[in-house]
């Protein structure tokens, strides 16, 4: 797409939020200061019939249906925080999770057999029509040739398509967003725009999903917070995944939370710790967990699907996230504070106690408190402004982690309304921090360093430099020597720290 037909699909956006009364919506005018009240009075003249009908998170669902995936994506992550957008308006949002208008079933076996290059009867004895369609795919039950019941989740025809020029227009939109906007340039609205674009990119291709889902099955099945279907290999292809069938009922099925005999605490707790498990123990996790990926059954068992966005962490951004949950568990803002500069979170120039005591500010007046005593916006609007104090920058690689984090904690409160997220997050984080930080690990940690500066050294010495220069007093190898000394040195004290 050319940029002049993105930048006539953003201001087509523009103009169809402005014409349904979803961009500053008349709910929301008691808010408003009076200058942009004055705007949203002047926008509102514009406004079409749609603008009368329904509830501002129905208006808004309807909008970004209209608009395609991209917009879709960013209503179900609205859809997950009750509790900074009000109920009704999560709820108006949530058909956008796996409620939308389905395409033919006839559409999808043509889609089937053209990805597979066999016909849908060779592997499938039965195949249904969809129950459940998305931004970018729709679900169809099957049954395979053994009488296995299966999930066969197939693209959308064209999609592909739309989503290229969906991310030509958000491009745009996040670099007008950049240079009009002074205050957002800390938040990189480009560099987060691409990480979206890249996510969602790779969402088009199955083959990666199956491989994301079969490699999140093994990680799920050493902590057992949480369980996802076995993928059948032999009908994936790279428009089509084949599942077994998940157990339980669809979370975003009003009628999940009334199952008898279900405990929604330990639900709300086993999906925190799934996630933070994932995170931190293993680096990679499921990315995309609103209630619309997520099933239940009594008393507490939590079974995942679609696993087309799954996010990676390295060592140090592991390391990191577990010593900021665990100094915020532990109320010491000081940690929290030289880890946040430590990272590069915060710009070096910046006092680490002055950042502590903004942290103290933000962190006291919710700890220990209930879920339904905390106004979530008021302490992201808390945050917010602190962030903007002392230059934090979004960091780009955090992207996925800080969109999971704030889904699933949406989704646990609405499991579980008073639900205490920091008791739910101590277990996991406490044993990350006694395995991670012992002595035993950093001894570890300092061997293999060691390890890595011998043989790198060793590299050095075995490969001549081209043309060497040979001078009568030349040092080079005395160095190398030293430093293979210094790394020998510091291999024996990390042995004895471990052996202490």
Wanted: proline fraction near 6%.
């Amino acid at each position: 797409m050319s940029g002049l037909g993105a930048f006539a699909r953003l201001t087509g956006a523009a103009w169809l939020l402005v014409r349904n009364d979803a961009l500053l919506p008349r709910e929301l005018d008691p808010l408003l200061a009076p200058p942009v009240r004055t705007l949203a009075d002047a926008l509102r003249l514009l406004a079409g019939p749609g603008a009368k009908q329904g509830r501002a998170g129905q208006r808004l669902a309807r909008t970004l249906e209209q608009l395609g995936p991209v917009a879709i994506k960013l209503g179900q992550l609205l859809s997950t925080r009750a509790d900074i957008f009000g109920a009704q308006f999560a709820q108006d949002l949530a058909r956008l999770k796996d409620q939308l208008a389905p395409f033919p079933t006839e559409a999808a076996r043509r889609e089937v057999e053209l990805s597979l290059g066999r016909p849908v009867e060779s592997l499938f004895m039965a195949f249904g029509g969809p129950v459940a369609a998305a931004s970018l795919a729709q679900a169809h039950e099957a049954t395979l040739a053994d009488g296995r019941r299966v999930a066969v989740k197939v693209l959308r025809p064209g999609i592909a398509r739309r989503v290229a020029r969906d991310a030509e227009v958000l491009r745009l939109g996040a670099g007008l967003v950049e240079r009009l906007s002074e205050p957002s340039r800390r938040l990189e609205p480009r560099a987060l725009a691409a990480t979206v674009i890249r996510a969602t990119e790779l969402e088009l291709d199955l083959r990666l999903e199956a491989a994301g889902a079969d490699e999140l099955r093994e990680v799920m099945a050493r902590d057992g917070y949480m369980q996802t279907p076995r993928v059948v290999w032999e009908g994936v292809g790279k428009r089509v995944l084949t599942l077994e069938w998940a157990k339980g009922v669809a979370l975003s099925d009003p009628a999940a939370l009334e199952l008898p005999g279900l405990d929604r605490q330990g639900l709300a707790d086993n999906l925190i710790r799934a996630f933070l498990a994932q995170a931190l123990d293993h680096g990679v996790f499921h990315a995309d967990l609103h209630e619309g990926n997520l099933f239940v059954a009594a008393p507490a068992a939590l079974y995942a699907i679609d696993f087309g966005i799954v996010g990676r962490l390295g060592p140090d951004e592991r390391r990191y996230l577990a010593e900021i949950l665990w100094g915020f568990l532990e109320r010491d803002y000081p940690r929290v504070a030289r880890v946040h500069f430590d990272a590069g979170y915060v710009p070096a120039h910046h006092s680490v106690a002055e950042f502590a005591q903004a942290l103290r500010a933000v962190g006291e007046p919710v700890f220990g408190r209930a879920a339904t005593e905390v106004s979530m916006s008021r302490v992201l609007s808390q945050l917010f402004e602190i962030t903007a104090l002392f230059e934090m920058r979004l960091r780009p690689e955090l992207v996925l982690l800080q969109k999971t984090m704030m889904t699933v904690e949406g989704v646990a409160r609405r499991i579980c309304p008073d639900h205490d997220i920091w008791a739910a997050s101590e277990p996991v984080v406490r044993r990350w921090m006694m395995r991670e930080l012992s002595p035993v690990s950093q001894g570890r940690r300092l061997i293999d360093d060691a390890a890595q500066v011998i043989r790198g050294l060793a590299h050095q010495l075995e490969t001549p430099p081209p043309a060497p220069v040979v001078q009568p007093h030349d040092r080079t190898p005395g160095l190398l020597w030293f430093a293979l000394g210094a790394a020998l040195s510091g291999l024996a004290f990390a042995i004895g720290a471990v052996l202490r």
